[in-house]
């Protein structure tokens, strides 16, 4: 560990959404702060994200700070489904309005944060050879920063373009005249595709699992949608905050069970959710995470609209998942399955055709040679754990966290470690976090960190960690829900099935409401399984 140099009262990692709450609020609280984030601006994962189409998959007007009346009223979004370059905006001007860029280090990486035990603060290292003392860390690593790049044999020979979606050329790629290759067909794969389709010259997509996916629909917002927003929007958020996964409540929650309906009724709602378009879909029954039987009739639903939009059989049938709809993550899209129409787009079954090797023109799968000048890689994310995971974090004793996690993440709440005292995570595996709307999911995080500071603070108390017992028992309770779910049985990104070699553990936590409630309880309690220390 260096030298330490200055000595504030937090440190914040990462200035995406999270970080620069946390920041305002521990601000707020007269704290002195520094942030360091390794990208040249805010946004986190929307400063990187800026491959073509991307866009938020929950509705602008819900997906958006809360905590601010006047940032609500001055805001204007343009579209239903805010656009990668609208958010950075909203972003920015977050950073400005609040004053918060003074405080924030940019193309700065920490590299390691290790926890002194007699002094009681950590020591946090950056890749620019700065070490900086804390009495507070809070990772605002994010959920989605962490890129997952596959190790093909030869893609070092290859001489054309790679790109990977989450770490995308912030001065744009012109496909035009190109013979491109798209690896990975989930949520950037399926909003990128089409976008690349209308420049290239020929695109290969290799598929290795299809994906569900609904239409966005989306549109420009209307000036009388904005006005009753703005003139009810506590309890437009409120009632948010009462849905299963924290938004969607003006769609109406789902109040009756498929076996309650008629086949035709069935079919008449999906209709509708489908007419509606996005994440919705799920709260056309109540029982669709639940229940097989149930699932299936909606999974029946989006097959057959499948194989109503493309026109070619097999290629429909190759897009046609067999799996659970919402087990893995739902997509939502503009005009996806229709790109699969286009003539100069081929779909490849990696299942049946994998990738053997990359050669300078190109890559082998199945025996057949494929000759592209650029390849994409759309396959995601080491999820809620990559980020946290590249910084070498030590606790007391100079337990490594990649050690403690080894085997799966372990966390109280999904906001602190045991063994890690005043380490904070912002959504990290434990809470709703990815199974959410993040925006409030972040706020909530934020202001519980942040009260839970002042407490400390009101109280001399230094020091503050979950015991071992109370965390053990949220794993067991995170699990148990998940496995009551059929979102627990694939091999989704939500267990870490994407990354080699990741352990196999279910690290959302299912069910908003349900998980405020808990966190209000543990501070009603007096923060009820954490140990402080004065």
């Known amino acids: 560990m260096a030298e330490t140099g200055r000595s504030v009262d937090a440190v914040i990692v990462g200035a995406g959404f999270a970080g620069l709450y946390m920041l305002h609020r521990l601000r707020g609280l007269g704290l002195s702060v520094q942030v360091f984030e390794a990208g040249g601006g805010v946004g986190g994962?929307?400063?990187?994200n800026r491959y073509p189409g991307a866009r938020c998959d929950v509705e602008s007007l819900e997906y958006s700070y809360q905590f601010s009346e006047e940032l609500q009223m001055e805001w204007d979004w343009t579209e239903r489904y805010a656009s990668q370059p609208e958010i950075l905006r909203y972003a920015e001007h977050v950073a400005d309005r609040f004053s918060l860029w003074s405080d924030i280090s940019f193309g700065t990486r920490v590299t390691a944060a290790a926890f002194d035990e007699e002094a009681g603060r950590w020591a946090v290292e950056t890749d620019r050879g700065e070490c900086v003392s804390a009495r507070f860390?809070?990772?605002?690593?994010?959920?989605?920063?962490?890129?997952n790049m596959p190790d093909f044999p030869g893609l070092e020979r290859f001489a054309g373009a790679v790109y990977h979606t989450g770490r995308w050329p912030h001065e744009g790629v012109d496909f035009s005249g190109l013979r491109a290759a798209v690896i990975g067909t989930g949520s950037s794969a399926i909003q990128s595709i089409p976008m690349i389709a209308r420049q290239a010259s020929a695109l290969y997509v290799f598929q290795r699992t299809p994906n569900y996916s609904i239409p966005a629909h989306n549109r420009p917002l209307r000036d009388e949608e904005v006005a009753t927003f703005r003139q009810d929007w506590r309890a437009f958020r409120q009632a948010n905050k009462e849905m299963p996964f924290g938004f969607g409540a003006r769609y109406g929650a789902p109040d009756r069970m498929t076996s309650e309906a008629s086949e035709q009724e069935r079919q008449a709602a999906y209709e509708a959710r489908w007419q509606l378009g996005g994440l919705p879909f799920m709260g056309a029954f109540a029982d669709l995470i639940l229940d097989v039987e149930a699932n299936e009739t909606a999974g029946r639903f989006v097959r057959g609209k499948i194989s109503e939009i493309v026109k070619d059989p097999e290629v429909a049938a190759l897009l046609s998942p067999v799996t659970v709809v919402g087990c893995k993550r739902l997509c939502v899209d503009s005009g996806y399955y229709e790109t699969f129409n286009l003539p100069n787009v081929s779909l490849v079954d990696?299942?049946?055709?994998?990738?053997?090797?990359?050669?300078?023109?190109?890559l082998r799968a199945g025996g057949v040679e494929y000759l592209v000048d650029a390849v994409v890689f759309a396959t995601g994310f080491d999820a809620m754990t990559g980020a946290l995971g590249k910084i070498d974090t030590r606790g007391r004793g100079e337990l490594a966290l990649r050690d403690k996690w080894a085997a799966g993440p372990r966390a109280y709440l999904g906001l602190a470690t045991a063994g890690f005292p005043n380490l904070f995570m912002i959504t990290g595996p434990g809470s709703p976090s990815v199974l959410s709307n993040m925006l409030p999911s972040i706020e909530q995080h934020v202001d519980w960190i942040a009260d839970c500071i002042g407490y400390l603070q009101d109280r001399q108390v230094h020091r503050i960690e979950p015991s071992v017992e109370a965390e053990n028992a949220w794993v067991d309770h995170v699990n148990a829900v998940a496995s009551a779910t059929l979102m627990h049985g694939c091999n989704s990104w939500y267990l870490g099935a994407n990354v080699p070699g990741k352990p196999r553990v279910f690290m959302p936590y299912i069910g908003f409401p349900e998980y405020v409630a808990k966190c209000g309880e543990v501070v009603a309690g007096g923060y009820e399984g954490f140990v402080l220390a004065t």
């Open 45 to 48: 994962t929307w400063y990187w």
């Open 350 to 362: 990696l299942g049946a055709s994998p990738v053997s090797e990359f050669f300078e023109g190109g």
């Open 137 to 147: 860390c809070v990772m605002a690593t994010g959920c989605l920063s962490s890129t």
